[in-house]
């Protein structure tokens, strides 16, 4: 049940930021379902016992792969999907958190909280790398010339055949 | 191909279409620098626009706040500053469209010049009060994700949506936007503290940090590590600079507000 709730509102939260930042507007369920899908693999790691900075690796590896699935499918580009389906694993809290310790001048607390963002957001940033990088490389493998820059080459060959 | 020819009307045709071609690249590369797209991306859709156009030895150095472009060692360079940057996924997705639809032949240069000045004087974001009502959604969604309590969800509902008419009208107003940052942060902590005090809500932070999530960066800090990633090292520290001074801006709006009271 808790999970379920969890879905939905994720969905919501995924989705709503798609409209704040102007996705395409037949492509917001779609970012909604890519953030609760990443949402929810978060989750139920971190509530394994796994510590943040990996759940969120994991988060955002899955992310991506459904956003490049998506993205191939409607054929738009990847950060559209990326980028909303990431927000609701961004330390956003822990961002404001760092800033409002150190203004209000307790920097300890401030640098472990931005150490924590860092990371947090660091290890984002390594699991869409990844996942994109492995993703292509499991195309290229599978079905020959499927990397966008191949089927980019394939097409400038057909035209200059043309002429 | 003309070159070889030698005809001088022929060699003027083509320069007339470098130039044509240049600019066309560049409208592409700054309107989706301006819309918040990463900058490998920017980089790429350029040089794949111009080599669908034969030019071979393109090359192009983007940053977050301009793009120089050269065609080739005989040719002219450009460059083009960017002066503001927003997250509007639809325009990428339109230039990711011409520029495949250059690629592959179906329109001309000229066309896609056409398109993307169009594109680039189009608004389009979705009215303004469907925003709000979504950044009012959002904020109270975040109530669920992040353990906070339900009854808290009314307050953040109210408070996300008058920050996120905040940040826009006082943008709008400023064209600053550590300004209208700050500003906004300190109306939202306004509300909550007022909500709290007298018993509307519940948790001071929680209420807080779900209402600034519509305008905390963090997006662009993980696009800023992504660039790092990728060996844009100037455009990494560029973007990590903004999100730290969007941050500082949220902060300090909302340390105003607990100093004060």
């Given at each position: 049940m808790e999970y379920i709730l969890q879905i939905v509102f994720s969905f919501i939260f995924t989705a709503c930021f798609g409209v704040i930042f102007n996705a395409p507007t037949k492509a917001i369920p779609y970012c909604g379902i890519v953030g609760a899908i990443g949402w929810i693999v978060y989750y139920y790691i971190n509530h394994m016992g796994v510590q943040e900075v990996q759940a969120s690796f994991v988060g955002a590896f899955v992310v991506a792969i459904v956003a490049q699935i998506f993205a191939r499918r409607f054929k738009m580009p990847m950060i559209i999907f990326n980028v909303s389906g990431i927000i609701p694993l961004v330390p956003g809290g822990i961002a404001y958190n760092t800033m409002r310790n150190i203004v209000e001048l307790d920097y300890t607390l401030g640098i472990q909280n931005g150490m924590r963002a860092f990371m947090i957001s660091g290890a984002i940033a390594m699991g869409l790398v990844f996942a994109e990088v492995i993703t292509q490389l499991i195309m290229r493998t599978f079905n020959k010339g499927k990397t966008s820059m191949q089927s980019f080459a394939r097409a400038k060959r057909r035209t200059q055949k043309f002429k | 191909?003309?070159?070889?020819?030698?005809?001088?009307?022929?060699?003027?045709?083509?320069?007339?279409?470098?130039?044509?071609?240049?600019?066309?690249?560049?409208?592409?590369?700054?309107?989706?620098?301006?819309?918040?797209?990463?900058?490998?991306?920017?980089?790429?859709?350029?040089?794949?626009?111009?080599?669908?156009?034969?030019?071979?030895?393109?090359?192009?150095?983007?940053?977050?706040?301009?793009?120089?472009?050269?065609?080739?060692?005989?040719?002219?360079t450009k460059i083009t500053s960017i002066t503001h940057r927003i997250t509007d996924l639809h325009k990428i997705s339109l230039v990711n469209n011409i520029s495949r639809k250059l690629t592959l032949k179906i329109i001309t240069l000229d066309e896609a010049y056409d398109e993307l000045l169009k594109i680039q004087k189009t608004?389009?974001?979705?009215?303004?009060?469907?925003?709000?009502?979504?950044?009012?959604?959002?904020?109270?969604?975040?109530m669920v994700l992040f353990n906070g309590l339900w009854s808290d969800m009314p307050v953040a509902f109210v408070a996300g949506g008058v920050g996120h008419l905040a940040v826009t009208l006082v943008q709008e107003a400023t064209k600053v936007k550590f300004f209208s940052e700050f500003f906004a942060s300190l109306v939202v902590g306004i509300?909550?503290?007022?909500?709290?005090?007298?018993?509307?809500?519940?948790?001071?932070?929680?209420?807080?940090?779900?209402?600034?999530?519509?305008?905390?960066?963090?997006?662009?800090?993980?696009?800023?590590v992504r660039d790092l990633m990728a060996g844009h090292f100037t455009a990494g520290i560029a973007?990590?600079?903004?999100?730290?001074?969007?941050?500082?801006?949220?902060?300090?709006?909302?340390?105003?507000?607990?100093?004060?009271?």
């Open positions: - | 191909m003309a070159r070889r020819k030698g005809d001088c009307n022929l060699m003027t045709m083509k320069e007339q279409n470098y130039e044509m071609a240049l600019d066309c690249f560049l409208l592409a590369g700054q309107i989706m620098m301006e819309s918040g797209a990463e900058t490998y991306r920017v980089e790429d859709t350029m040089l794949r626009m111009a080599r669908s156009q034969d030019i071979e030895d393109a090359q192009s150095y983007v940053t977050p706040t301009g793009i120089i472009l050269s065609l080739g060692r005989r040719q002219i608004n389009y974001f979705l009215p303004i009060h469907v925003q709000i009502l979504t950044a009012s959604i959002a904020s109270s969604c975040f509300i909550a503290y007022l909500a709290v005090h007298f018993e509307l809500g519940t948790e001071l932070d929680k209420i807080i940090v779900g209402s600034v999530m519509p305008l905390v960066p963090g997006v662009i800090i993980t696009n800023a973007k990590g600079a903004e999100a730290f001074l969007t941050a500082f801006a949220i902060g300090s709006g909302i340390a105003l507000v607990v100093g004060l009271f």
